[in-house]
């Protein structure tokens, strides 16, 4: 825009200089709709499509032989959720809750590996270290970083599968539990965050015992280009969670009758009168 006004009245306004044109074309690329795509097809290939493997083996496999419910909410059966329109299940997933859980879910997973690309990446990505007179400089600096923008949009595709891989059953109708134990998405992401948070105290301590600070500037930064990344992101999985859905529910259909997978609903109480769904 600023090169078009200069253009258009080269007598008020000047040429913009490398630096601006490069930071803006950084915010641009980092602010993109390749996010929102890149939600919206992670969603629907992992959430939709390689989950049914990990149903199966979940069921199938002969050392983990788990049996699992497909639960649906009252009156509505697998057949209905396959065959929804795209418009009607699009305008009932599409919430403030569902995009508040996405990006959290997005955000704090991205976030959690930040240390590890301080500790390891500064030298090499030539990142600005500890000093310096104040804050804005180096924040600047680290945002006409190319080499930390590749990092970490890298680690933003390869941690967003992780998410996405379970989101449809999260925040969708279609509910798969072990019959012994939690929901295969809790099951997942327990796994997933208790690494991720392991990984961010070990770093964390490694940095106190051998006296190494990190850059707040850093932080920042990071936190600012992965709020914009997950924001963008979290839209395109709240778009894949319908399609995702319906696949995953026709995966299902076919699973009918076979050993281990079962269709109801699982209730816990005294009596059948004082049972309640779980």
Same mark, same amino acid.
């Given at each position: ?44 290939? #992992?959430?939709?499509? @390689? ?5 199966? /083996?979940?069921?199938?496999?002969? %050392? !983990?032989? $788990?049996?699992? *419910? ?82 970490? #949009?890298?680690?933003? @595709? ?5 998410? /996405?891989?379970?989101?449809?059953? %999260? !925040?969708? $109708?279609?509910? *798969? ?102």
């Amino acid at each position: 825009m600023h090169f078009l006004v200069h253009l258009a009245v080269p007598h008020l306004i000047g040429v913009p200089s490398a630096q601006t044109v490069y930071s803006t074309t950084v915010m641009e690329v980092i602010s993109s709709p390749f996010w929102v795509l890149a939600g919206f097809g992670f969603t629907y290939f #992992f959430g939709g499509v @390689l989950v049914v493997y990990f149903i199966r /083996a979940l069921a199938h496999n002969r %050392l !983990l032989k $788990r049996k699992l *419910v497909v639960a649906l909410p009252p009156n509505t059966t697998i057949d209905d959720i396959s065959s929804e329109s795209t418009a009607r299940s699009l305008f009932r997933e599409l919430s403030v809750r569902n995009f508040s859980v996405c990006l959290a879910l997005t955000l704090a997973l991205n976030l959690s590996y930040v240390l590890l690309i301080q500790r390891y990446f500064q030298g090499a990505l030539g990142l600005p270290m500890l000093g310096g007179s104040g804050p804005f400089p180096h924040i600047f600096q680290y945002f006409l970083s190319p080499q930390l923008i590749l990092v970490e #949009f890298l680690l933003a @595709l390869l941690l967003l599968p992780l998410v /996405a891989f379970v989101v449809p059953m %999260l !925040l969708g $109708r279609v509910q *798969v539990r072990q019959i012994d134990g939690s929901r295969v998405h809790t099951y997942w992401l327990s796994y997933v965050y208790s690494v991720a948070g392991g990984a961010s105290l070990v770093l964390f301590l490694l940095n106190v015992f051998e006296s190494k600070g990190t850059t707040g500037d850093f932080i920042i930064a990071s936190t600012l280009i992965y709020a914009i990344l997950s924001w963008y992101a979290a839209l395109g999985i709240n778009l894949g969670i319908p399609p995702a859905e319906r696949r995953l529910a026709r995966e299902l259909a076919k699973m009918r009758g076979r050993d281990n997978i079962y269709f109801g609903q699982i209730f816990v109480g005294t009596s059948k009168e004082d049972a309640e769904q779980v």
